[in-house]
Nanobody
């Protein structure tokens, strides 16, 4: 079992920045690939960023390339999402997720554990 708790969401103006954190507890964090997803009202959950268990391979969704950056600190059992140049269309609930096996995946249903989400609202 892995428990995930996101934090760092909030209200920000367009062009601003936020840094989301996802703290893990439970079994060995470093054995899991981690992903950030988001879900806007009335929309399906969307892949944002992913990182492999070692932290040396990342993948970004097309809508956030060049603006969002994922990182992880295995010693602190935490994964981060740095969000720059925020746009109103980035407004959503952001979730972190853990995938056993350590390999990256973009598929929502390939992740085994999910946090409760943190809300990000970007005003224009």
């Amino acid at each position: 079992q892995v428990q995930l708790v996101e934090s760092g969401g909030g209200l920000v103006q367009a062009g601003g920045t936020l840094r989301l954190s996802c703290a893990a507890s439970g079994r060995t964090f470093s054995s899991y690939a981690m992903g950030w997803f988001r879900q806007a009202p009335g929309q399906e959950r969307e892949f944002v960023q992913g990182i492999n268990r070692r932290g040396d391979i990342t993948y970004r969704g097309d809508s956030v390339k060049g603006r969002f950056f994922i990182s992880r600190d295995n010693a602190k059992m935490t994964v981060y999402l740095q969000m720059n140049s925020l746009k109103p269309e980035d407004t959503a609930v952001y979730y972190c997720a853990a995938r056993a096996g350590g390999q990256l995946s973009l598929a929502v249903n390939s992740y085994d554990y999910w946090g409760q989400g943190t809300r990000v609202t970007v005003s224009s």
